[in-house]
Structure formats: structure tokens, C-alpha cells
């Protein structure tokens, strides 16, 4: 009971308390720059899962049997974003060719998640917190969880917004950095909901 | 009031999703119908029908006898056109036709001789009950036959005894729920007998085991009328039901629903669920065409509207042009008025009086410029106050696909289902922000029809473009093979003599130039 | 004239700006009973923020060289009821006017003015002001009719000095014109290790007068009475359905029943939950916004049925004793998707589609 | 100096393990053609034109897939053509070169035409018929409206005209209200 309780205390905590867009401001790049339709959002959105849940499993794997062993931990950082690159061309190639449109409507992010820095952040935070592996795994799926559920919520309102009559000094990022602030200020009706 | 009420909060009475109840305005219900006197010149149009186009038969200086074929049908969709009286033509040239684009089409202009003398070539079949339904039906569809509720679909098309999909259940749509027209409500009145005896005969044509008659409860002399007659025949497979009034009532997909319950498949018909439904008007007309051999030369038109000096039913003769129709009305000053034709909820604005009126025309509105200002001239954003997706028949969100229609963004609004859409116009009738939702329909469906045209042309030339580009090739490749064999001839000869290498090279230019 | 004219050609007569009064309308028994409880202090506070809104979406309107005609539409009038009816009585002017300007500025005018903006205007305002000035937006004036305020708010001139420099001005300390809300109260206990009827029966809580609406918060949520008369006259006028309202407040008690009965001494009953803070104006007023609610009526149930758990969720365990506010703004998010996937079946489509 | 050995080593031995899953992925995920062109050439109106600068509309469309042409050349097209493509492959959308003119169709003036066959060689979709030393017709039905007729002509005795407006084929424009035409223009300066 108390297992799950705690992974549920992760998970929610990942996803909507500190989400990381929202409120720790990572990954704000691709958060602005593939929200514009709903379903490159959600292309989006499965990459980042599938590569964050990964790279934290394996950053902490790493971590846990290369680094501490070798005592390399000067090394974190490059082997992190070795795993993190593979893993992005890894994906890469198969969107490619599962998927060519979604491809070209991610165009230049999809290779970009390699530097979304909420992929990194994810690893450094897992092994700052000392998780275990299955908790690093977890935190890992729910931050992405809490990426995409932003994401795929924001692309919603850009479309939204698409026909709507903006006054000029407000168009494009303007009005989409407010909205996304607003956002995040609504965001924060979570805090407080868990305490970790 | 209690019901009212209830309606208010959205509990629907009729058995159809949404529906709207407008101010009615039936201000001619009362008054009988008249004969329109002839016009002194009549513009047929050779098109009054949905489909295809019929090709003229007469030629100028042609004397005709009234319902005479003077148009043949051509391919399935279409039912030939008839003189609306004696007399001569004098051209056939294109005019405006009742058409929302003001664009005009072929017209037959006969000038009337004034006898009207009718055309007897087609004898009456009094022994119905002993003739095959494929002879009747195409007596329906000789006599010019279309539904007379306003769509002009050919009748004789959905009379079809089929037995994969056999009609079980005729509906008889006397519901009429658009506001001001009352034609078919005196119709009933006056011709409940002929439409009784009409209702038999398809009964017969398609084998049903019973009638509907449909009328809405705010013509309840209408329903009595019927059930007298009803009861007359004592034919007891046959009833009448009175519905409550709520637009879009007559939209056969909703009387279908209100009547059985059941929907009709998207993208299938009435009889694929076993019925059929006509308007009391065509039923009327197939039994003049059955009884009498009359082909449709005329129909009732309600004439009205606040600018209307004297709102009539009138029995119109088909051709007769508008200016004349209102003129009968004591209206023949045209300036700050509008003109529709139909009702208020689907009917087109026409741009003049001198159109002729058709097998579609079910009234004549005239409305001042100042009201359909109001109507029509301011369009506030949109609050999303879903009351459109509320009174939607189809269950529709029109905001969101007016959004998507005006954005030009085509495909979502296919995949916001643009395509089922009927046009009834209630959800622009309920907009607070007067947002011309039809209209933005009718836009997104005309910008997908011209793609989807383009795309097919393109696909079109595209092969043609490839088989352009296969034929060259082959015809090259052809060439080369020749020039080969005669340049392989040539090597052969002149294997000992390298001077003729050249040889294939003026070959190849020589060629080239053919 | 115009040339190409659509059917159809007859109108109901509805507009908007008959909708936006039908609202403000149906908001004056809650502004009464503000108006008892804070005396003229509510008066100013009322005016001040509906003014506010009109005269930014003016200046806003003028900026942007379009038509001024939108601010007498009412719907601007609207957003600062709206606003002034979640504001606490204390709060300093400057304030109230801040959040007119952000409402109408930021909430409304930046995505194109009415019917674009995603967020509801009138509750992203207070958001702001919540997180920008948190103590003075959870500072609650002693109602009038309990008679231990010390100051009189009945009176024109002290109200007006109260408005105009602001509590710390007075003669009385704070504490001596406020008190905690029943929800904050609740919530304050229990982090000290007070239960629930324990906590209550200190506050002297009394169900009938947070029905009637004789309890501190914000100027507009305490009478459910009067909002509720409200609710149904728009209800009856068919300006808003059921759908949200009732799925809102069904799903919140649900889950208060639930929770209340397996820990009766942490979770607080279900009709507390309905009567307190701002749950009743949130869901009959504020959620019900058509601008930024989904249009149809599956998807109104799911927006009240995710604003309800969220509400509920917050209040319990959150941060903020009240999520009400919180959770319209965060469903308004969700409303595009939420739009997009509960279409109604369409006529003829009853499973032959996915 | 261990410690620098350890280092180089597994960070060397990690690379490696990479790349060898990346190679073998990306045999596993290996893509034969360019399906991405044909859903541009599927968008493209067929005119063969070559207005855009391309030899036809397929060698146009693998320019735009390959990244090497922009999606505002396609002038038959116009501007819903570019759209459509800037859509799919998700970039901005970019005003077109040149104006968008009137449907046409070529029409051969009979009487004057000598029956040379070179319009005949010259159409880039077969729409025009006819022998040598007999009139050229041009099928109205078939033609694109591409103009590439008009050159070979000795004669000069090819007109493009305005294609016939057909009832069938009329459409509702936008409405008239200042809120529609507003957002019919807010749309075109867009892309400016």
C-alpha cells in the first residue's frame, strides 16, 4: 500500500504539482514550438515520453553501474546526453519511417529533444534525489506525462486561437508566451497538493 | 405555457433532436386558393428539377398544347418539362432562373393563346389497382413529376418497388413547418380527397402496408380534414398523426424520426429503413397524372410576407413569372422590398421580379429592407453559447464548423461532419450574435466541391500527363532500337571499314527533326 | 445592401447584449446580500471594478483603433461583477482596479476581445491577484450582521475611509475587522491537528446561515440563496443548462460524501463543501462563462465533472483552502480538446462510426 | 592516470555500444522512396505548366520534398495549393509569386489554324486533336490552361479564354458582414 501510495505521490507530483514546463520552466522550447497543431503535439508528446521514461532509466543504470563503480561522476553530464542523443536518432529514424508527416511536422524539434533540457534535467534530478530505479523510471514517465498533458492542453488553445482576431503587437509568440503564463499561474492551484 | 416552458429548458416535445419554434406568420391559412390568371409570357426553364438538365423539343415558332412535352429528360436524374398552356414559342434563350447565384439558364418563353387547350395524348388510368407499378412509375415520371416540398428531387425514383428494401410505411408530409407558407395546409383543406386517393395509389406503386399522414398541431382543421377523409375510404391501414409544430419539422430525415423513431443511415435513404416519404402536393399531382393524365403544369404558391399587400394561396401555372404573381397581390412596386422564394428559413433571395417561378417554388415572400437588415447586416463574434448546437436537427456544432468553414479550413470541417448538414437554418435563428451560419456552411461546401473538382481533374490530367510521358518514352525507346539495329546492320557491314562510325550520329539528327 | 444573402431570413431577436444583462441581472440578489454584509464598502468595490473593466476595454479598443461600440455590449460590465463579486471586501482599491485592468486587458483584449479569449477573464484576474498578493486576497472583513466589527460599514464616510486608505489606516487593529473563512478555518485547524466538527462547532457554524449567506469570504460567493435565484432565473431563460452546474456540484459532493464518510474527522460533509467559498458562483456564474465553457452539452459535463474534482482535490489537500477558481481556469484550458472529442453523435451516425 | 583510463574506456566502449544501435536501427528503419513527394505531387493541380521552373509538376513536388524549392512557385495552384503543401511540410506559409489569374482553356481558331501538329506535341496532357494538315481542336474538357501551346504556334492562332462559369459549378461566397471579409483579408496579409 505504502508502494503505491509513494508512486502515486511521485507520479502526481511529477505530472501536475511540479510540472515541468509549467513550473520548473524546462523544456519550454519545444513547448512553444511544436504546440501549434494538436497532432504534432501529440507526436510530440509520445517522443518525449518514450525517450524521457528511457533516458532516465538508463541515466540512472549508468549512474549506478559506470559512474559511482568508476567514481567518474565528472563524466554524468556526457554520458547523460550520449544517452539521450541515441536515443533521440533512435527515435528519429523510426517516426521517419512509421510516420513521414509527423516527421516533417516536427521538423527540426524532433532532433531538438536531444538539447530539451527538461530530458537532462529529468536525469540529473533522478540521480539528485537519490531515487531507486524504479522510482527514477517513474519520476521520468510522469514528467513527461506532465509534458505532454501541457503540450497537448496548450496546442488545443493555439488552435484555438489561429482564427481569432489578435491585435498585431500581441500576434504569434506575444500571445502565446501569456497564454502559456497563465497557464502555468493556473498550475499553480496544484501546489501544495503533494509534498515532496 | 407548461409546454413552452419545458421547450424553454431544452426538453424537446417532438421526438427529433434540437428544432426551433419561430413566430409562425401563417397569415394565409384561412384564405382559399385561387387561380393565378395567365401572364402574358411564360420563361420554362429547362431545368426545374435536381439533376441533370433536359434538352429542348420545340423550336421557335413551335405551337404547343398545354402539357406537352416540350423538354426531354436526359440520363436518370431528370424528368422532362411541360407547356404550361397553348400557345406559341417565340425563343429559347437563357434568363435567370430561381437560383441564389442569379444565373440564368436555357428558358422556353411561350406566348399564350389564350384557349388552353390541353394535350391528351396521355389517357387516364382509372383501373390503377390492375396496372403494373413500372408502368405507373413511368407515367409519374412522363407527367414531369418532382416533390413539390421545395426540393425537387424526381419523384418517380423514390416510387421504386424494390425487393431488397421494401417500404413498409408511406409518410405523408402535410407538417409544413416553415413560417408564413400555408399551401400545403389548403391543400389539405381543399384536395384532401385527391390526396387520399393519391396516397393509394403509391400504397399500390410500392407495396406498403400502411400511411402516415403527418400534419403539425397548429393545422388542426387540416388533420380533421384528413381523418375525414381517412375515414371515408376505410382503409384503416392508413392514419393520421398530428405532431407539435417545431422547425424543422418537414425535413423528411426529422418527420422520419419523429414519426418512427428510427434515423436515417448517414449517407443512405429513406428506403433503406423501409419508407418513403412525400410532400401532399406531389401526392396530389401523381393523382392528376394517374387519374387524369395530366403532366404538372402548375402548383399552389403561397403568396406573403409584411410587404405583401394581399398574402393568397394561389394555383400557379409553372413559368409564370414573379413580377405577374405578386402583381395578382397588389404588389408591383418593388423599391426598399425583398423578394424570396420559399419560406424564410430555407428559401432564396432573388434579385428581381422577372424570374419565372418553378416545380420548387413553394411561396413567394416579400419583406421589407429594413427587416432583413436586421437580419442579416451585423455579425457580433461569437460567444459559444451553444444554443446552436442545441436547436442543430443533425446534432451539429455549428459554431465550431462556421469557424473551421470561414477559416477555409476545409478538411476539419468534412471531419465536423460539414456534409450532413440540411441547411434548415435554425442555428442561425437562435444566434445572439446573428452569425450567418448557413451561409458559412454553404461557403465551406462550395470551396469543397470546387477542390474536390480540381482534385479530380487534376488526378485526370495527371494520367493523361503520365501516358503522355509513357508514349514518348516508348516511342524513343522504339527509335533507339531501330537506330541500333540499323547502326548493329551497319557495323556489320562496315566492320572493316571505320569511316561509317558516324553514320548513326547523322541518323540520330535526322530524326530529331521529323 | 448586401449581395449575397443565406437563408434564413428571420431571426429570434437574441443578442448579446440581452444575454450579458440577463447576467448581471441574475447577479443582483448576490450583490444585495454583499451589499448587507459590507454595507457601502461593496457599493464601491462593485462600481469600482465594473468601470474599471468598461473603461480598459475602452482604452484598449481606442489603442487599437477599433470600434469603441463593444464596451456598452455589456459584457465588460459583466467581467468586473464577476470580479467584484470574488474580491474580499478589504481588499485596496488599487488592487480591485489592477485586477479590472488585467481581467479586461490581459484576459480578454490580448486574444481579440469577446468570444476569443480561452480563459475566463473576470477568475484569470483574481488568479493574479491571488498569487501576487496572496494575504491581502485571503483577508476576510467581518460581516456586518454578526455586530462585532469595529467599524461601521453601513456609514458612507467610514466605509469610504476604510475604501480609500485602506484597513491598515484605522484606528482598530486588522485582526479587530477580520476573520477566517469557514473553509481556511477548517484547514487551519487540521494542520493543527483539529478535526472537522471540532473545528466547526469553534467557528459557530451554522448551515442554514452559509445558505442565507451570513459568513465571511468574498463579497458575491457567501449567499447560496441568492446566488441560487440567480442560477435559476437563467437556468429558466435558457441563457446557461444544467449540464455544468449540476455535473460541478454533484461531482464535488460525490466526493466529499465519499471521503467525509470513510474519515469523518478530516474530510468535511458535502453540503459544507457545496455551501462554502465560491463553489455555487463558480459553477452557476463562472464556469458557466460561454465563452470559455465547451459548447456541447458532453462535453459541459465533462468540464463540471474535471472542475469538480479539481475543486474538491485543492480544497482538501492543496495549498489554497479554496480551488473553485483554480479549477474553472485550469478546465479552460482543456476546453478546445474537450470541444473537439465530445462532439454529439451526428443524425444518421449512431454506430456506423468510431 | 587510471582513473583517465577507466574514463576514455567506458566512455569509448558506451559510444560504441551506441552507434552500433544506430546503426542497426536505421537498416531496420530504412525507407525506400520519398512518399513524402508524392503527397506533395498529389496536391499539385497537374497543369505541367512548368511555370514554377520545373519540368512539371513531379519534378516540382521532389524539389519541395528535398527541401531544394519553396511552396510559393506553384502559380496555377494558387493559394490554396501553397498552403496546403506549407501545411504538410510545416513551415510558413509564403505569398505567391505572382497573382493568381482566371481559369483558361486554349481554343484554336479554326479557320486560321494550318494543321502543323506542333500545339499537338507541345500539350502536356494530350487535351488537343487532330491530324497533320487538319484542324487542331483543343478538348476544353481536358485542358489545364498551361499555355504551352501558344509558342509553337506559327500562326498565332491559339487564344486563351476564360473558362465558362457553370451554374453546377457556383458557389456561395463568404458572407458580406464585415466580421467574414475581415477574416478573408486578415488571412491573405498573413502570409505576406
Known amino acids: 500500500m505504502s508502494a503505491i501510495n509513494e508512486f502515486g505521490v511521485i507520479l502526481l507530483s511529477a505530472v501536475l504539482v511540479n510540472n515541468y514546463v509549467l513550473t520548473k520552466f524546462l523544456g519550454i522550447c519545444p513547448f512553444l514550438g511544436v504546440s501549434g497543431k494538436t497532432e504534432t503535439a501529440i507526436g510530440m508528446s509520445f517522443a518525449v515520453m518514450f525517450v524521457m521514461t528511457l533516458a532516465s532509466t538508463a541515466s540512472w543504470l549508468v549512474q549506478e553501474y559506470i559512474l559511482i563503480p568508476l567514481d567518474l561522476l565528472y563524466l554524468q553530464t556526457i ?62 514517465f510522469g514528467a513527461a506525462v506532465g509534458f505532454a498533458l501541457v503540450l497537448v492542453l496548450f496546442s488545443g488553445l493555439r488552435e484555438r486561437m489561429e482564427g481569432a482576431p489578435i491585435p498585431d503587437a500581441f500576434k504569434g509568440s506575444a500571445v502565446t508566451l501569456i497564454t502559456a503564463g497563465m497557464m502555468s499561474l493556473a498550475f499553480l492551484g496544484f501546489s501544495g497538493l503533494v509534498k515532496v | 405555457m407548461i409546454k413552452s416552458f419545458l421547450n424553454k429548458l431544452g426538453f424537446a416535445s417532438a421526438r427529433f433532436a434540437g428544432g426551433i419554434t419561430p413566430d409562425m406568420c401563417k397569415w394565409t391559412e384561412s384564405s382559399a386558393i385561387e387561380d393565378c390568371p395567365l401572364p402574358p409570357l411564360f420563361i420554362v426553364p429547362i431545368k426545374q428539377h435536381i439533376g441533370q438538365a433536359c434538352t429542348p423539343l420545340v423550336q421557335i415558332g413551335d405551337l404547343v398544347l398545354r402539357g406537352q412535352k416540350i423538354a426531354k429528360s436526359e440520363g436518370y436524374l431528370s424528368v422532362p418539362i411541360h407547356a404550361p398552356t397553348s400557345g406559341k414559342v417565340i425563343k429559347i434563350e437563357e434568363h435567370a432562373i430561381p437560383h441564389p447565384s442569379g444565373m440564368g439558364l436555357t428558358s422556353i418563353f411561350i406566348e399564350p393563346d389564350g384557349k388552353d387547350v390541353r394535350d391528351t395524348s396521355l389517357i387516364p388510368m382509372d383501373n390503377w389497382q390492375a396496372i403494373d407499378p413500372a408502368e405507373l412509375r413511368e407515367r409519374v415520371r412522363l407527367c414531369g413529376i418532382t416533390g413539390l416540398g421545395g426540393a425537387a428531387f424526381p419523384t418517380f425514383i423514390k416510387l421504386l418497388k424494390d425487393k431488397r428494401n421494401p417500404i413498409e410505411t408511406v409518410i405523408l408530409n402535410g407538417v409544413e413547418c416553415e413560417p408564413f407558407l ?172 422577372d424570374i419565372p417561378v418553378i416545380k420548387s417554388s413553394t411561396g413567394l415572400l416579400a419583406i421589407r429592407d429594413t427587416r432583413m437588415k436586421a437580419v442579416h447586416q451585423v455579425e457580433d463574434p461569437c460567444i459559444r453559447c451553444g444554443h446552436c448546437s442545441e436547436v442543430c436537427p443533425i446534432s451539429l456544432v455549428p459554431n465550431l464548423l462556421a469557424d473551421h468553414c470561414r477559416n477555409d479550413q476545409l478538411e476539419k470541417a468534412a471531419d465536423y461532419d460539414l456534409f450532413d448538414c440540411i441547411e434548415c437554418g435554425a442555428c442561425s435563428y437562435v444566434c445572439p450574435s446573428h452569425i450567418p451560419l448557413v451561409h458559412y456552411f454553404r461557403y465551406g461546401k462550395g470551396q469543397t466541391a470546387q477542390v474536390r473538382r480540381e482534385q479530380s481533374f487534376a488526378e485526370a490530367s495527371r494520367l493523361r500527363s503520365e501516358s503522355r510521358d509513357a508514349r514518348l518514352q516508348r516511342e524513343k525507346d522504339e527509335k533507339a532500337a531501330k537506330r541500333r539495329k540499323v547502326r548493329d546492320t551497319l557495323r556489320s557491314e562496315s566492320v572493316l571499314n571505320p569511316d561509317n562510325n558516324s553514320a548513326p550520329k547523322s541518323t540520330t539528327k535526322t530524326e530529331g527533326k521529323e | ?286 464556469a458557466t462563462d460561454p465563452v470559455s465553457s465547451p459548447v456541447t452539452p458532453m462535453g459541459q459535463i465533462v468540464f463540471g465533472i474535471g472542475c469538480g474534482i479539481i475543486t474538491w482535490c485543492i480544497r482538501t489537500w492543496g495549498g489554497y483552502p479554496e480551488g473553485a477558481m483554480f479549477s474553472v481556469v485550469l478546465m479552460n484550458c482543456a476546453v478546445p480538446l474537450i470541444d473537439h472529442y465530445c462532439r454529439p453523435t451526428v443524425y444518421g451516425k449512431r454506430g456506423s462510426e468510431s | ?121 507541345a500539350c502536356p496532357v494530350d487535351a488537343i486533336i487532330g491530324a497533320p494538315k487538319q484542324y487542331h481542336t483543343v478538348v476544353a474538357d481536358h485542358c489545364t490552361g498551361c499555355v504551352l501551346c501558344l509558342e509553337p504556334c506559327p500562326v498565332d492562332c491559339i487564344d486563351m479564354i476564360q473558362k465558362p462559369e457553370l451554374l453546377e459549378h457556383w458557389s456561395w461566397p463568404l458572407p458580406d458582414t464585415e466580421r467574414a471579409q475581415l477574416g478573408a483579408e486578415r488571412r491573405e496579409s498573413h502570409h505576406d
Not at chain 3, 30 to 59: D, N, Q, R
Not at chain 3, 239 to 257: D, G, N, Q, R, Y
Not at chain 3, 268 to 279: D, E, K, S, V, Y
Open chain 3, 1 to 286: 445592401m448586401l449581395i449575397h444573402l443565406s437563408s434564413p431570413h428571420i431571426h429570434s431577436g437574441d443578442s448579446i447584449r440581452a444575454t450579458m444583462f440577463a447576467v448581471i441581472l441574475a447577479l443582483m440578489p448576490a450583490g444585495i446580500i454583499s451589499v448587507y454584509l459590507f454595507g457601502w464598502l461593496a457599493v464601491f468595490l462593485i462600481l469600482l471594478c465594473m468601470l474599471g473593466c468598461m473603461f480598459t476595454e475602452f482604452v484598449a479598443l481606442k489603442w487599437m483603433g477599433r470600434s469603441t461600440a463593444p464596451v456598452m455590449d455589456g459584457s465588460a460590465a459583466l467581467t468586473g461583477l464577476f470580479l467584484a463579486l470574488t474580491l474580499p471586501a478589504s481588499i485596496p482599491w488599487w488592487m480591485a482596479l489592477l485586477g479590472s485592468v488585467f481581467a479586461i486587458g490581459l484576459g480578454k483584449q490580448v486574444y481579440g476581445g469577446l468570444g476569443y479569449n480561452p480563459f475566463n477573464p473576470a477568475l484569470s484576474a483574481r488568479i493574479i491577484l491571488l498569487v501576487s498578493f496572496p494575504l491581502q486576497m485571503t483577508t476576510w472583513l467581518i460581516p456586518m450582521h454578526l455586530g462585532v466589527s469595529a467599524i461601521d460599514l453601513y456609514d458612507f464616510s467610514s466605509a469610504w475611509q476604510l475604501f480609500v486608505f485602506g484597513a491598515n489606516a484605522l484606528p482598530h487593529a486588522l485582526d479587530a475587522i477580520t476573520m477566517a473563512s469557514p473553509l481556511g478555518h477548517v484547514k487551519t485547524e487540521w494542520s493543527q491537528g483539529i478535526g472537522v466538527s471540532e473545528a466547526l462547532r469553534a467557528y459557530d457554524y451554522s448551515y442554514l446561515d452559509a445558505f442565507i449567506g451570513r459568513e465571511a469570504g468574498s463579497l458575491g460567493e457567501t449567499s447560496a440563496l441568492a446566488l441560487l435565484i440567480g442560477g435559476i432565473y437563467l437556468l429558466a431563460r435558457h441563457t446557461i443548462t444544467w449540464h455544468i452546474p449540476f455535473s460541478f456540484i454533484a461531482t464535488v459532493a460525490v466526493l466529499a460524501a465519499i471521503a467525509s464518510m470513510v474519515d469523518p474527522n478530516h474530510y468535511t460533509p458535502p453540503l459544507f463543501h457545496i455551501l462554502a467559498g465560491g463553489l455555487i458562483l463558480c459553477a452557476f456564474f463562472m
Open chain 4, 1 to 121: 592516470m587510471e582513473q583517465l583510463l577507466y574514463a576514455t574506456l567506458s566512455l569509448g566502449a558506451f559510444a560504441l555500444i551506441a552507434g552500433i544501435v544506430l546503426a542497426i536501427a536505421s537498416k531496420v528503419f530504412h525507407i525506400e522512396g520519398d512518399p513524402l513527394s508524392d503527397k506533395i505531387d498529389a496536391l499539385l493541380p497537374q497543369t505541367q505548366c512548368g511555370q514554377c521552373g520545373f519540368p512539371g509538376c513531379r519534378p516540382y513536388a521532389n524539389a519541395v520534398a528535398g527541401g531544394e524549392a519553396d511552396v510559393n512557385h506553384c502559380v496555377p495552384g494558387g493559394e490554396r495549393t501553397m498552403l496546403s503543401i506549407a501545411d504538410l511540410m510545416g513551415v510558413e506559409p509564403k505569398a505567391l509569386e505572382e497573382e493568381e489569374s482566371v481559369p483558361v482553356v486554349a481554343f484554336v481558331r479554326e479557320d486560321e489554324c494550318i494543321g502543323c501538329t506542333l500545339c499537338i506535341k
Open chain 2, 182 to 353: 400555408t399551401n400545403d395546409h389548403r391543400l389539405m383543406l381543399e384536395h384532401s380527397d385527391e390526396i387520399m386517393h393519391g396516397l393509394q395509389i403509391i400504397m399500390h406503386m410500392v407495396g406498403a402496408k400502411k400511411a402516415i399522414i403527418a400534419i403539425e398541431d397548429n393545422k388542426s382543421d387540416a388533420v380533421n380534414a384528413m381523418q375525414q377523409a381517412v375515414s371515408s375510404t376505410g382503409n384503416d391501414a392508413i392514419s393520421v398523426a398530428s405532431l407539435p409544430t417545431r422547425y424543422p419539422q418537414g425535413g423528411e430525415k426529422q418527420l422520419i424520426e419523429s414519426l418512427t423513431g428510427k434515423q436515417v443511415p448517414a449517407g443512405k435513404l429513406p428506403m433503406h429503413i423501409g419508407v418513403l416519404c412525400q410532400n401532399v402536393g406531389t401526392v396530389k399531382a401523381i393523382d392528376d397524372a394517374v387519374m387524369l393524365g395530366h403532366a404538372i403544369t402548375d402548383r399552389i404558391i403561397t403568396v406573403s410576407g409584411d410587404a405583401a399587400p394581399k398574402p393568397a394561396n394561389m394555383r400557379v401555372r409553372l413559368g409564370t413569372p414573379m413580377r405577374f404573381i405578386y402583381a395578382q397581390c397588389g404588389l408591383e412596386n418593388f423599391d426598399g422590398i425583398q423578394i424570396l422564394h420559399g419560406g424564410p428559413m430555407m428559401g432564396e433571395r432573388m434579385r428581381h421580379p
Open chain 1, 79 to 140: 554520458f547523460f546526453i550520449l544517452i539521450i542523443a541515441t536515443l533521440v536518432q533512435f527515435i528519429e529514424m523510426m517516426i521517419h519511417k512509421v510516420s513521414p508527416v509527423l516527421y516533417q511536422g516536427l521538423g527540426i524539434y524532433l532532433p531538438l529533444i536531444t538539447t530539451n533540457c527538461a530530458v537532462l534535467g529529468v536525469a540529473l534530478l533522478n540521480v539528485q534525489q537519490e531515487n531507486t530505479f524504479m522510482t527514477s523510471a517513474l519520476y521520468g
